[in-house]
């Protein structure tokens, strides 16, 4: 047996794609171990679909931690290394027309998750973690204790669409909007911006006049449960050269 890549796992939902993965880990398609599964929200499938396959989980309940936070500020501090002025120069998510005490609502609380997540995370001996359907966006304050060498990203996730094309959070829906005859997938690193990060891999397929929006998601869904195992592998590749 080779040597193996140590990848965590992020889900907010069902996990079909944490699926794919558990299984292409399992027939050996991946040259990959996959050390835990964290999730944003307790219950979903995901996290039964790891545990079926022994896979340690955790929960990070964001909703939670925003209400708490929310009904009142002082029973919830900011990570002591936490610079607001820093992760705000540095973050492209938020609109610059945004007033500042929303801005500010966001960081912080997603500081204060990301805190709890990273603490869960380095408990591990991780090489690379995935995004497999993780719905929360993810701040300079997180990425950067993961991104630890300058350049080397160490966050990857799968996106609804071919990028640069519809960015966001419905990429089969704006490109079934638009009118598109191809649609795909695409996998990539991780960056400071939403779905900007370095391109490690797309797939496409072709959609036909009578295509519902369900349709091609259907097809979407397929396509991306060959293409991100196929991204991990090439990260797998690319550790033992």
């Not at 171990?33 to 964290?38: A, H, P, R, Y």
């Not at 950067?144 to 959070?169: C, E, K, S, W």
Request: with cysteine; aromatic share 10%; net charge negative.
């Amino acid at each position: 047996m080779g040597r193996k890549i140590k990848i965590g796992t992020l889900i907010s939902g069902g996990g079909t794609n944490l699926q794919a993965i558990i299984d292409s880990c399992a027939n050996g398609s991946i040259d990959a171990t996959i050390l835990f599964t964290g999730s944003d929200n307790p219950g979903v499938k995901g996290l039964e679909r790891a545990a079926k396959a022994n896979i340690e989980t955790f929960v990070v309940d964001y909703s939670k931690i925003i209400q708490a936070y929310k009904n009142n500020p002082n029973e919830l501090n900011v990570p002591d290394d936490f610079d607001l002025d820093e992760i705000a120069s540095k973050q492209k998510l938020i609109p610059e027309n945004t007033p500042l005490e929303k801005r500010d609502f966001f960081l912080k609380t997603r500081a204060i998750a990301e805190k709890q997540l990273l603490d869960r995370i380095n408990s591990y001996d991780m090489d690379l973690l995935v995004l497999a359907g993780y719905m929360r966006v993810l701040t300079p304050y997180f990425i950067d204790r993961i991104n630890v060498i300058p350049n080397q990203y160490r966050i990857m996730n799968i996106h609804p669409a071919i990028l640069p094309a519809f960015p966001g959070t419905d990429g089969y829906g704006d490109t079934f909007r638009y009118g598109c005859k191809v649609g795909g997938c695409t996998v990539h690193f991780i960056d400071y911006g939403e779905d900007t990060g370095p391109i490690i891999g797309q797939k496409a397929f072709e959609i036909d006049d009578n295509d519902t929006l369900d349709m091609i998601k259907n097809k979407g869904l397929e396509k991306e449960w060959q293409l991100y195992p196929l991204c991990i592998q090439k990260i797998a590749d690319s550790f033992f050269k």
